[in-house]
């Protein structure tokens, strides 16, 4: 094989009929996927550069990941990485692979974020509706559709000759002299308005000193209290625990996409996942005050000082029912890590766990939200609703089945 003459698009087609024959679900793709890894190129660039020949060391590569593909391993395993939202994430074994779920969840900690932590709520809350309010609004539509329609007139009639004029007929909309029309219109309405402010002014009564004290005075008390009206609240930098952080795609999306706004403490049990983890946030340029890894169980290494601290606790723990395990393909059950999948008899073993932290972690108002098995939500929901939590949501993924339960604690609780 060394000897012979292999270009991309050879080995492309000879990696596509290989793979199928053994049973590969999207052989293509897969044969895509091990191309780019093995030559370094974007899936795009291995079509513009088929006729180029691939040298000894990315045929050797590529020998060695067709074979590891053709026995059931991973595609994020073999190449090294996926894509997870916005970022590049490094994968290896022993650390479970990301899945587009836990997209879900990482959006569904941004939503809350922005709209209870980050986001400046003072403008929205303290808007004055005033009684005057729509009729303004209804002015201002009224002056836009008036300079919209006369903008339109004018566009069209600035190109028609007189045959085009002529052959318009009842389509006033697009002669000239329906935009000569509009124009007298917008005229006599601005000489309308200044002749009422003009003779608005001329009504109004001369201040004497005694009206000029008491406006004065006016003026102080409304300035009083507007001194009075609390001023918006500034944006704080948001607090996030995720616990069994795996590669870190979550935190590290968090921390990636409001950067700046965000500190994220995740944890693992798994020296492996920190250590890759680690890899990958170095990858990203984020800093460790940006997100912080630690290698304990579940949240033992938080200090006691930062309980009640955080304003959100996530988790995608391990949570497949030990029955359904042995249903899980092949290429997730021999060759994912079972710490990082199996849950217990109903999959909520840990999740118990992380319930039972989350009033102790999180402040009055903070989220608690997790990825679990499609058949534990409902159950998951319950023990919410039991444990004191409020606000118990459960989220569906994009093919409509439930994934997320999501809550919010409202009594924080104190170690004693």
């Not at 539509?141 to 190109?159: F, I, Q, V």
């Not at 994912?336 to 402040?363: H, Q, S």
Request: with cysteine; hydrophobic share 45%.
């Amino acid at each position: 094989m060394a000897n012979e003459i292999w270009t991309i698009k050879r080995c492309l087609e000879w990696t596509k009929e290989y793979l199928a024959e053994r049973g590969e679900e999207h052989p293509r793709l897969s044969a895509e996927w091990l191309l780019c890894a093995a030559t370094g190129l974007a899936r795009i660039d291995l079509y513009m550069r088929m006729d180029e020949t691939l040298n000894a060391a990315q045929l050797e590569t590529m020998h060695a990941a067709v074979v590891r593909r053709a026995k059931g391993e991973p595609l994020q395993y073999i190449t090294g990485s996926t894509q997870f939202r916005m970022i590049d994430v490094a994968c290896a074994p022993g650390v479970l692979i990301p899945r587009p779920e836990t997209e879900m969840l990482v959006e569904e900690v941004l939503n809350y974020l922005d709209a209870e932590v980050l986001s400046p709520e003072a403008a929205a809350r303290q808007r004055v509706e005033l009684p005057w309010n729509d009729e303004v609004e209804q002015a201002r539509k009224a002056e836009a559709a008036l300079a919209d329609e006369r903008a339109t007139a004018e566009r069209r009639a600035a190109n028609l000759t007189a045959a085009d004029e002529a052959a318009l007929g009842s389509d006033v909309l697009g002669s000239r002299a329906y935009a000569e029309e509009l124009a007298n219109r917008e005229a006599e309405e601005a000489a309308a308005q200044a002749a009422e402010a003009e003779a608005a002014k001329a009504a109004e009564p001369e201040l004497d000193e005694y009206d000029i004290a008491i406006e004065g005075a006016d003026q102080e008390t409304v300035s009083a209290q507007d001194a009075a009206v609390p001023a918006p609240a500034e944006p704080r930098t948001a607090r996030v625990l995720e616990v069994g952080c795996g590669t870190g795609c979550i935190s590290l999306s968090i921390a990636w996409e409001r950067r700046g706004h965000v500190t994220c403490t995740a944890t693992d049990i798994e020296p492996r996942a920190i250590d890759l983890a680690t890899k990958n946030r170095d990858a990203l340029g984020l800093a460790s005050d940006e997100v912080a890894f630690s290698l304990t169980n579940l949240v033992s290494s938080i200090p006691r000082e930062e309980w009640g601290t955080f304003d959100v606790l996530v988790s995608n723990p391990p949570y497949i029912p030990t029955d359904v395990m042995r249903s899980l393909p092949h290429e997730v059950k021999d060759f994912e890590p079972d710490l990082a999948l199996e849950g217990g008899a109903d999959g909520l073993d840990i999740f118990r766990r992380l319930l039972n932290a989350a009033p102790y972690m999180l402040r009055a108002g903070g989220l608690f939200a997790c990825e679990l098995y499609e058949g534990a939500l409902d159950a998951a929901a319950e023990l919410c609703r039991q444990a004191g939590l409020s606000d118990v949501r459960i989220v569906h993924d994009l093919t409509d089945r439930p994934r997320i339960v999501r809550a919010i604690v409202t009594e924080p609780k104190q170690r004693q």
